[in-house]
């Protein structure tokens, strides 16, 4: 069955996508109860003075002088707000209209083994290694949670720009951070639940509020743009080649310039940070990818698919954790204290991203022979099992050693 669309319905379709994804992105990003787009909330009426990671003298009433900013840098945030809303629905756009709807169905066919595989990497396997780093560097309580509320969350559309540009399975990373949207319902507040009781006691574990509308709202974020992508490569292969080279430019100005001027106006935070939380930020995102990779490599999939789970389960949705550390505390130095590993991680994950990109690309540049597609195996394994048909390359394959067993 074809299915036609006329150009004006084409344009109007892309035009409310930009509308919905910059509404969604207002309320994500300035509500009282989400991701600020500056930090006055940690503004209290008290003015006493507070020690956060061991620097002293700061004014509890503003920890971070945030409210004393020139109008100039108040607007330059703001700029970067909508730039970063506008760089999220851009990428997602490019991201669908570089996707094909079989492959996506193709994913979500019985057994979804490289699902099934992501969302064990992403609410299992990291949460654990959040928790065990918090312990081994002793964290104090509120830096771990900070540490463990990252870890909880589903997958940030980081993961499908990451994936795109080294080559990753990008109908299974979509898939994967929206299905891990759906999961956190349940996943997030179980792992906050179970790993919360080694820093906090039950009174202070029930403050803890899960953002649900939140993650719908991201859920949307993703849906929608990825699905109109989806449709104008059906409908349009020439134009949606042009959308995904556009994006993904888009992309990486919009990311580089996010990333400066965050840099520079939320340097205090930065300042205050305390080695260990460096460490744990930047070790936390290797530390995920490296064990999903591994487990997917034991499974016997594909490297494409292996590097697309590793990546899905090492990028979080950074807007998630803060929302929930925004709605389940208001004391200033609780704040300030949680609020510092999210900052630190995003910014860590964007340039370990950054690198790993241009990593890839010059091995890519100097290994010339690509990766073989390999057959479907029959179903006399769970793992290495797939109802993909052998002339698609994002088949399942099977590795050396469960060859040997057949």
């Given at each position: 069955?074809?299915?036609?669309?006329?150009?004006?319905?084409?344009?109007?379709?892309?035009?409310?996508?930009?509308?919905?994804?910059?509404?969604?992105?207002?309320?994500?990003?300035?509500?009282?109860?989400?991701?600020?787009?500056?930090?006055?909330?940690?503004?209290?009426?008290?003015?006493?003075?507070?020690?956060?990671?061991?620097?002293?003298?700061?004014?509890?009433?503003?920890?971070?002088?945030?409210?004393?900013?020139?109008?100039?840098?108040?607007?330059?945030?703001?700029?970067?707000?909508?730039?970063?809303?506008?760089?999220?629905?851009?990428?997602?756009?490019?991201?669908?209209?570089?996707?094909?709807?079989?492959?996506?169905?193709?994913?979500?066919?019985?057994?979804?083994?490289?699902?099934?595989?992501?969302?064990?990497?992403?609410?299992?396997?990291?949460?654990?290694?959040?928790?065990?780093?918090?312990?081994?560097?002793?964290?104090?309580?509120?830096?771990?949670?900070?540490?463990?509320?990252?870890?909880?969350?589903?997958?940030?559309?980081?993961?499908?720009?990451?994936?795109?540009?080294?080559?990753?399975?990008?109908?299974?990373?979509?898939?994967?951070?929206?299905?891990?949207?759906?999961?956190?319902?349940?996943?997030m507040p179980f792992n906050l639940w179970?790993?919360?009781?080694?820093?906090?006691?039950?009174?202070?574990?029930?403050?803890?509020?899960?953002?649900?509308?939140?993650?719908?709202?991201?859920?949307?974020?993703?849906?929608?743009?990825?699905?109109?992508?989806?449709?104008?490569?059906?409908?349009?292969?020439?134009?949606?080649?042009v959308i995904t080279n556009f994006t993904?430019?888009?992309?990486?100005?919009?990311?580089?310039?996010?990333?400066?001027?965050?840099?520079?106006?939320?340097?205090?935070?930065?300042?205050?940070?305390t080695p260990l939380i460096y460490a744990?930020?930047?070790?936390?995102?290797?530390?995920?990818?490296?064990?999903?990779?591994?487990?997917?490599?034991?499974?016997?999939?594909?490297?494409?698919?292996?590097?697309?789970?590793?990546?899905?389960?090492?990028?979080?949705?950074?807007?998630?954790?803060?929302?929930?550390?925004?709605?389940?505390?208001?004391?200033?130095?609780?704040?300030?204290?949680?609020?510092?590993?999210?900052?630190?991680?995003?910014?860590?994950?964007?340039?370990?991203?950054?690198?790993?990109?241009?990593?890839?690309?010059?091995?890519?540049?100097?290994?010339?022979?690509?990766?073989?597609?390999?057959?479907?195996?029959?179903?006399?394994?769970?793992?290495?099992?797939?109802?993909?048909?052998?002339?698609?390359?994002?088949?399942?394959?099977?590795?050396?050693?469960?060859?040997?067993?057949?």
């Open positions: 069955m074809e299915v036609v669309i006329d150009r004006r319905s084409l344009q109007r379709a892309m035009l409310l996508c930009i509308i919905f994804g910059l509404a969604l992105a207002d309320g994500v990003l300035h509500d009282d109860w989400s991701a600020p787009a500056d930090s006055s909330w940690l503004a209290t009426n008290s003015s006493n003075e507070i020690t956060v990671n061991g620097t002293e003298g700061l004014d509890q009433d503003d920890p971070y002088k945030f409210s004393e900013w020139p109008e100039w840098k108040k607007n330059l945030d703001s700029v970067a707000t909508i730039s970063m809303a506008v760089t999220t629905l851009s990428l997602m756009l490019g991201m669908g209209a570089a996707t094909n709807w079989g492959e996506v169905l193709g994913h979500a066919s019985w057994p979804p083994v490289g699902i099934l595989i992501g969302m064990a990497g992403q609410f299992i396997i990291l949460p654990a290694c959040g928790a065990a780093l918090a312990w081994a560097f002793k964290l104090t309580p509120y830096e771990a949670m900070g540490v463990l509320m990252v870890s909880s969350c589903p997958g940030g559309s980081l993961s499908n720009f990451f994936a795109y540009w080294v080559d990753g399975d990008l109908a299974l990373s979509i898939m994967m951070t929206t299905v891990s949207s759906v999961l956190a319902y349940v996943g179970l790993y919360s009781k080694i820093w906090m006691d039950a009174d202070e574990n029930s403050l803890i509020v899960i953002p649900y509308w939140t993650i719908l709202q991201t859920l949307f974020f993703i849906a929608v743009p990825v699905a109109i992508g989806m449709i104008i490569r059906r409908c349009h292969q020439k134009l949606a080649g993904g430019i888009l992309g990486w100005l919009g990311v580089i310039f996010i990333n400066i001027v965050w840099f520079t106006l939320y340097w205090p935070v930065f300042a205050n940070a744990c930020a930047f070790i936390l995102p290797i530390l995920g990818f490296s064990f999903a990779y591994a487990f997917a490599l034991l499974a016997c999939r594909t490297h494409q698919v292996c590097r697309t789970i590793g990546i899905e389960t090492g990028s979080q949705n950074m807007a998630v954790a803060l929302s929930v550390i925004l709605l389940s505390y208001k004391d200033p130095k609780i704040k300030s204290s949680m609020i510092i590993f999210p900052t630190l991680y995003y910014i860590t994950l964007m340039a370990e991203m950054f690198i790993g990109i241009l990593l890839y690309l010059s091995w890519k540049k100097h290994n010339i022979r690509e990766e073989e597609d390999y057959l479907p195996v029959t179903q006399e394994t769970v793992f290495c099992t797939s109802q993909l048909s052998p002339n698609k390359p994002n088949a399942s394959a099977p590795c050396i050693s469960c060859e040997s067993k057949r």
